[in-house]
Structure formats: C-alpha cells, structure tokens
C-alpha cells in the first residue's frame, strides 16, 4: 500500500466526527441584509445601527432569536464537505511532495505526522540541509586535488543517509582520496545515487492548485465577512507548507533509503586500497570486508532517527554528517597542500610535472600504505567533538524555522482575534497551542540529537544521557503526533457548526467575559449538556421561530407563529389534541385567543349592562330583565378562520361605537372603567 493510499484512508476516516443541529445562521444574515426583517435590522462591529443593511456585520440579538431560531446552526454535509475540499485537502495534498524515501511505509507515516505536528522542526531541518550545503561548499573551496567537486557532491547528497567512517584503518579513506584507481569510485557513487525527488507536473499542479486557493480565500475575505475568517485563518495557518515543500523540491534530497544502500554497496566493490610493502594497490574487497564509508545499522534506539533516510530527520544527522564531511575536507585539504609543494605520495621518487602545473600526475599519485596516510595527516589538528560551524547552523536554522511557524501562525491568529466578539477565542487559542506545541517539539527533538552525539565520546555518563535522549524524543513525537490530530481537527470542526449559538451581550458589558461565561454554563458543547428553551417555539417542523406571542390552533392544540397559524399552513392533524411543548417558564408570555377574546366580551357585556340600566332609571322606563351577556357581547373571531377574521371584527367595531354613542347621548356622567381591568394586548404584535 503506497503512502498516497493510506493518506487517503486517514482522510476519510476523519470525516466522521460531526454532529448535527437546527439553525441556518448564515442565510438568516443574508436574510437581514437583503432588508427582510426591515431597515434597522443591521448593525456594525460595534452593535451601533448602519444606514446600508449591505455594510451590516451583525443583528440584534431579540431579531436574531425570533427570525432565526434558538439553538446551533444546522449541519449541512454538502456545505461542510465543500468547504473542506476546498480550503483544507489542498494542503493535505501537499503533504505527498514531500520527500520520504524511509525504510518502510510507517516511518514515511511518521515523518507525515511529524511534519504536520512540528513546521518548526520540518523548517529547521529544511533551513539546516540547505545551510549543510553551503557550508561543505565552503570548506572544499581551497583545495584542487582530484575528485574534489565529486566528494563535495557525494557528501552534499549522503545528507539524509547515516554515513559513518572506518577511523580504525586510515589506509581506506586516504586511499579513496590519492589512488588514481578510485576516481571510477567517486564516479559510480555519483551514478548510483543520482536519484532525485525534484519537480514534476504533478508536483506544479498541487503547487498551484494550492496557492490559488489561498488567493481566492483571501480575495474572498474583503467580500465576504461569514467565510472570510474562516478561510483566511486556515489559510495562513497552513501557510508554512508551501516554502517547505517548494524548498524540498529545488534541494532534491537524495533518500531512497534502498538505492542508497545498493550504491554505496556498489561503489565498494571497486574500491581500490594502498598496501605495506609496494607501490601497487589492490582491490579493498581481497584484503577484507572493511570500506572507508558504511551506513550505521543495528537496532540501537539512540540511533534510530539517524538511520531513517527521511529528509525531516536531518536535524538528527548534523553531528555525525560534519564529522566526516570534515574528516574527509582535512584529506583533500593535506593532499593538496602538498601537491602544491610538488611532493608526490612516494617519498623516495621525485614529482612528475604534467602538461599544466596544477595538475597531478598519476605517477605522483602511487605510494605504500604509510605514505598514503601520511599524505593526507596534517602535522597539526585541532579536534572539535561538535563539529565546525556546528553552533551557528543550528541558531540560523532555528531562528529561521521559528520565523516561518510563528509568521503563519501568528496571521491566523491575528485574523481570528481581530474579529468580532474580538479576543483570543477557540479559533485562535487552537492556532497559539498548535504553534507552541509545535515549538516544544522541536526542541525536544533538538536536545535529544545533542545529547545522543554527546553519549557518543562521553563515556562517564553515555548511558544517562542515552537513556535521557532516547526518552526526550518519544515524548517529543508523542507531542507531535496529538498535535497532528490537534489541527486536523481543529480545521475540522471549523467548518462543523457545534456552537454557533447566539449570546446575547447587554450593553456596556465585556463581549469576552460573556462568552467565558457562555462557554462555562450555557454552551452545549462545553458543559455537554444540551440547554432547555426559554421560551416556546413554533410547531411547524423546520420554522423554530420563538413564539413572544404563541397562537393556539382549536384544532390540534399547538402553539404556531402568525405566519403558520391557519390549519391550512401546518397541517393540522385534529384527531387527538397534543400538549402544549412550551416550557413552564414560557406561560407569561403565552397569549390564549381563545380566552382573551373571551374576557373581551365579558367586559364589554358588563360595560352594556351597566348602561342599560342607568339609562332605564333615567327615563323610567319600565323595567326590564337583564340581558344576557351571550347577547350582549360580539361574537368572538377566529384567528385561524380567513372568512369570519375580518367581517366580523368590523361588525364588532361597529357595535361598539353604536353602543357607546347611544350612551353618550343619554347618559351625562362617564362611567368609569377600573384601571386594573384586563385589555387584551393586539394578537400580532410582538412589542
């Protein structure tokens, strides 16, 4: 199974950790800017009223319970999964430019995860080869011996292979250095190795499909305020990816962990090496099994990041690497100061000048095993167990590294906290504990490479600090890894509305301190508990519209909005009456038509009654019986009725002006109406 296969699998099996809700925030904000709800439903950033609804970023908190429903925003599989596909698996794509080139498909998964757990260590190894290159370069530009460019090469290439030298038989590195035989070995290992991870169409295109994306999420963030924070902060938080990658590409490291092997195997089966006694060499392979170069196996775990060939691994190959890079440049660097002296190899013969004087002629090239190690000793060496220029590469690549994560990680972090409510908030906070976990691993791993290249020539405390080493970098990798999981799945939930409900903040209270207390009590997705509703809502499936002043239906009891109050408009199902689904604490704000049309007619009857009488003592009429206050009192209308609705309010209108005129003519005194009798509030409004 190939990594882009597993990749693939991973990503799949990450997409099932959603959760489903029942609002559509977004569309009831374009609602309010195309002037659905009225002119004054916008407000700025700052909750003060804006003229045009277009420049609106906010609505009122009331308006936004009553037109677009309580509770999180709904889930929406085709939103969600084009978001995704668009803004985050373009960058995961990414991810398979990367060189790898391990030993096996799990440490190629593991360089993934360390990857995308750690940009600054991934930076830092990228900013370290590169630095390792120029270096090397540097250190050889004094000498001319022959194969001097192929041995710069060669070591600039073997940077992801964990090259050792066989210091036990000195005869075999100078031997690869002044024989003339071995000019074909340097030759063949550059041959055999030559096997490049640099550009190609399809890495241009992931290149540019990814860098597009980015570009229309930014152009898309000046016109659009809902996704515009979403795409910019994931944007930039990913951002890192693209200088490594493109700086992989153009390095072309080469970490085929098996081709480089099989080439060096190869190269040491014509290696030639200088013999005690005579001026002839002999193949290395009838002397023994020895090579001046070998790759470090074993199964020893101190070492196990060094000889993973993948290129992220570098950062653990610094010691070792600029030791033989620097054993190797003091060879050539004796050798040629002594060609330049006109001192061929062999003592006793005398230099051969050639058709140009900075040549070196074979014949000054020949000399026994003594002499060739002589040749290539200098009479005075300072040895550093750290390695020159060490020190200096390792604080450029770090300030480097850090500059890019914490550059890319800092924008998203600036973009969510600069948007309203503004503050460090759940988007932000994943973006600084990402960076500064990923920050922690690379020193971790870091001070786990020092203290295995110290173990190496301390020998007083090599098992303390091996032990140290070996524990630092797991519990680095651990750290890398669940932050790996961390930002996948803090993008993830990025497009998945979990807490999208609104708060309402009072004026002249602290946003940040509201939503803290939002997130400690009343949030769902915090506490775990799902928050009862305040108030009722309307019954028509899919309205969720909260219900200030519920209408009752006659027929099946429940509770609907005015836009859903005919039967006609929710299906009304009369057959067995349902319960109210409004809470206890929801009845001070439930109107009964029913009832109060009901205490309407009553009052108006009394007040009748009340004139009746007054008017036939007056006159002294003859007296009449109490009319009933069936009679008396107007029919009572039915809201849910588009056929009697409107006559008959126009016959009770009518009704009662009459009354009250006739009343007005006979009687002088106004009767006087209680203050505290009840008058029904108007059935449609919400105030």
Request: proline residues 6%; aromatic residues 10%.
């Amino acid at each position: 199974m190939h990594l882009s296969t597993i990749l693939s699998l991973v990503s799949i099996a990450y997409l099932w950790g959603v959760v489903s809700a029942s609002t559509n925030l977004t569309q009831c904000f374009l609602d309010m800017q195309a002037g659905k709800f009225g002119p004054d439903a916008g407000l700025d950033s700052h909750g003060n009223p804006v003229q045009n609804l277009r420049d609106a970023t906010a609505i009122p908190y009331d308006l936004c319970v009553v037109a677009c429903g309580g509770g999180p925003e709904a889930f929406d599989w085709s939103n969600f999964s084009n978001q995704l596909n668009t803004w985050l698996l373009p960058w995961l794509a990414l991810l398979s430019q990367l060189p790898f080139g391990a030993n096996n498909h799990l440490q190629n998964l593991l360089a993934v995860v360390l990857t995308i757990g750690s940009p600054v260590l991934a930076s830092y190894s990228v900013v370290l080869t590169v630095l390792n290159g120029r270096w090397i370069a540097q250190r050889f530009s004094g000498s001319t011996y022959p194969n001097t460019l192929a041995a710069v090469r060669a070591l600039k290439d073997l940077q992801q292979a964990p090259i050792t030298l066989n210091l036990d038989d000195k005869a075999l590195l100078a031997s690869l250095v002044v024989l003339p035989e071995n000019d074909d070995w340097w030759k063949k290992l550059l041959q055999y190795i030559d096997c490049t991870h640099t550009w190609s169409i399809s890495a241009g295109i992931s290149l540019a499909w990814v860098f597009i994306a980015y570009a229309i999420s930014v152009i898309d963030s000046l016109f659009d305020v809902l996704q515009g924070v979403e795409v910019d902060g994931l944007g930039s938080v990913w951002l890192w990816l693209l200088p490594v990658v493109i700086s992989w590409l153009q390095i072309s490291p080469k970490c085929d962990s098996g081709r480089i092997t099989e080439s060096l195997r190869h190269a040491n089966e014509i290696a030639y090496v200088a013999v005690e006694g005579c001026n002839k060499s002999k193949r290395a392979g009838e002397i023994s099994d020895h090579r001046a170069f070998f790759f470090k196996d074993g199964h020893n775990p101190l070492y196990s990041d060094e000889r993973c060939t993948s290129p992220i691994y570098n950062y653990s190959r610094l010691f070792s690497w600029t030791a033989v890079a620097e054993e190797v440049c003091v060879c050539f660097e004796e050798a040629t100061r002594r060609s330049r002296l006109y001192q061929p190899v062999a003592s006793e013969k005398e230099w051969v000048l050639g058709e140009q004087s900075c040549s070196v002629e074979l014949e000054n090239r020949y000399g026994t095993s003594s002499e060739v190690v002589t040749y290539c000793s200098p009479l005075f060496r300072q040895t550093d167990r750290w390695g020159p220029g060490v020190c200096g590469r390792i604080v450029v690549s770090s300030i480097m590294a850090l500059f890019l994560q914490w550059g890319t990680a800092g924008a998203a972090m600036i973009v969510a906290i600069k948007t309203p409510t503004r503050g460090l908030s759940c988007l932000s906070g994943s973006f600084l504990i990402y960076a500064s976990v990923s920050t922690v691993v690379w020193f971790f791993l870091l001070i786990a490479s020092i203290l295995s290249h110290f173990s190496s020539f301390n020998k007083g405390y090599s098992g303390v600090t091996a032990t140290l080493s070996i524990i630092i970098r797991r519990v680095g990798k651990f750290l890398a890894a669940a932050n790996a999981v961390w930002i996948l799945t803090a993008c993830i939930l990025h497009f998945s509305p979990l807490c999208n409900e609104p708060v309402a903040i009072r004026p002249g209270t602290d946003p940040n301190v509201r939503m803290e207390a939002h997130f400690a009590t009343e949030c769902s997705v915090m506490t775990g508990h799902v928050a009862k509703k305040s108030t009722p809502i309307c019954a028509q499936r899919k309205c969720g519209k909260v219900l200030f002043a519920p209408i009752h239906c006659d027929k099946c009891r429940k509770s609907f909005c005015p836009s859903h109050r005919f039967p006609g408009d929710h299906a009304c199902n009369a057959t067995h009456p349902a319960r109210s689904s409004a809470p206890a604490n929801a009845l001070p704000f439930t109107l009964n038509v029913k009832a109060a049309s009901h205490a309407a007619s009553s009052t108006v009857g009394a007040i009748k009654k009340t004139m009746s009488s007054n008017t036939n003592a007056s006159v002294a009429a003859p007296s009449q019986g109490p009319v009933p206050n069936s009679k008396l009192a107007p029919p009572m209308p039915n809201p849910f009725s588009k056929v009697d609705s409107s006559p008959r309010s126009s016959n009770n209108e009518s009704n009662a002006i009459t009354s009250t005129t006739l009343y007005n003519a006979t009687i002088k005194p106004k009767p006087t109406i209680r203050s505290n009798s009840y008058v029904p509030p108007p059935i449609f409004s919400l105030a």
